[in-house]
């Protein structure tokens, strides 16, 4: 068995799944629209500033003989975002709208698959959105399509977050997820509809694919990993007398999140918490999140590196959101012995034993978020304990493991 795998960017979770695929000797090829390797021009580019973001786009060396880029529609994006020119890429007819971008991606790897049979490829490994052309093409060819969904399924979303237009409607503007076409969602249901296999990474992504309208191929849950555990030693400072509660929030400034009962939650603990955000917007159409920035500490972009020393530096993170395929600031913040609040559509009840390594709450309800943070200022000195519990968890998990049992799983039902 051989797996073409491609992705835009080669996040976290894609960079584990094909180093697993390498040490079980099934990689054939890796797609990507940029790349760099330690010690290559481009790595050393990514040295400079205004190029910062190659460094995000780094891969081992042992990646590089299956390498293959296409990264001109991308860094045509990237730019465009760079420079300010953002109607080159907000709109949905725009020349480096995300969507146009990865279906180039899409389009090329499709193009590809008669030669990388040649090679000896037989399956096509692909991520929400960005693998219809390639699976059309897969089928034709007699391949294998595996399909990986990061988040839940559309269907679901519309239908739990549909309450939101009632509860906060002066936030909508910062959910554009609820406004897909209908084009889009009918590519979102035809690439599930061609997969011979489904893999998620929670327990909540798996069961709102109960409501797709059909029958699906079977759906495998394999959370990803944990990042390396802080080596360095942490300190829980006492803050009931002489400090606030450091609450800490990373993640796109959204509803979909639930950025909205955040703010409301903290509003009655004054000045006994403080809140810091890291995030983007996701509209500058909101002045109801205008007006909440305004009162807490705001950072729209941070290093990865930087977030991980700021998870360490706060009490709590808090990561409310209602709609979530994992929520990857979940295991970074318990790798850095930062226990962490979050709710029952995240990846958290797969990985959160409540009150013992983290706290879980109902999704969309600000009573709940209100009543947790209540009970971690009446009881600081949980923030230690579950703190140092939730890294011990992040201890048995490595990133690592997820691209073992991903590849297994992969093999395993390819050889059956």
């Known amino acids: 068995m051989k797996i073409l795998i491609f992705h835009l960017t080669g996040n976290a979770n894609v960079k584990s799944a094909t180093y697993g695929f390498i040490e079980a000797g099934m990689l054939g090829e890796f797609h990507v629209s940029i790349a760099s390797i330690p010690g290559s021009l481009l790595d050393k580019i990514g040295g400079f500033g205004p190029f910062s973001e190659i460094k995000r786009r780094r891969f081992k060396p042992v990646l590089k003989p299956f390498i293959h880029t296409w990264p001109w529609f991308e860094i045509g994006r990237i730019a465009a975002l760079k420079s300010g020119f953002k109607s080159l890429t907000r709109d949905k007819t725009a020349p480096f709208y995300i969507d146009a ?9 499709a193009n590809r698959l008669k030669v990388a049979i040649k090679h000896g490829v037989d399956t096509v490994y692909g991520y ?23 988040i839940g399924y559309w269907r679901a979303a519309h239908r739990l977050l549909e309450g939101e237009k009632e509860r906060w409607p002066e936030w909508m503007a910062t959910m554009p997820g609820l406004e897909a076409t209908a084009e889009k969602l009918l590519r979102k249901d035809e690439e599930l509809q061609l997969a011979d296999r489904i893999f998620v990474a929670s327990s909540f992504t798996a069961s709102t694919l109960k409501e797709y309208p059909g029958k699906l191929a079977p759906v495998e849950v394999i959370p990803y990993g944990f990042p390396p555990v802080s080596s360095e030693i ?47 917007k996701t509209t500058d159409q909101c002045p109801a999140l205008d007006n909440a920035l305004t009162r807490h500490r705001w950072i729209p972009s941070l290093p990865h590196h ?15 959101s209602l709609f979530e395929g994992f929520g ?12 962490v609040v979050t709710t029952n559509r995240t990846a958290g009840p797969d990985l959160i034993e409540h009150g013992k390594n983290g706290w ?54 390819h050889s059956s």
Request: glycine content about 6%; aromatic content about 6%; charged content about 30%.
């Open 360 to 413: 879980l709450i109902e999704a969309g309800s600000t009573i709940a978020l209100k009543n947790c943070i209540k009970h971690i200022l009446d009881n600081p000195e949980l923030i230690e304990e579950v703190g140092l519990a939730a890294r011990e968890r992040a201890k048995l998990r490595p990133w690592s493991s997820y691209g073992m049992e991903l590849s297994a799983a992969v093999e395993k039902k």
């Open 328 to 339: 990857l600031v979940i295991t970074e913040a318990m790798s850095q012995g930062t226990p």
């Open 101 to 109: 971008v990865v279906q180039n991606l899409d389009r090329h790897v």
């Open 234 to 280: 942490r300190t829980y400072l006492d803050f009931k007398t002489n400090r606030p509660l450091r609450l800490l929030f990373v993640g796109s400034l959204s509803q979909r999140k639930g950025i909205a009962d955040l703010f409301e939650a903290v509003k009655e603990f004054g000045d006994r918490v403080s809140l810091t955000l890291v995030g983007s």
């Open 128 to 150: 929400e959105d960005t693998t219809l052309f390639a699976f059309r093409e897969a089928r034709k060819l007699g391949m294998k399509c595996l399909y990986d969904l990061p």
């Open 306 to 320: 930087e977030v991980l020393n700021l998870m360490r530096e706060s009490d709590v993170l808090v990561f409310p």
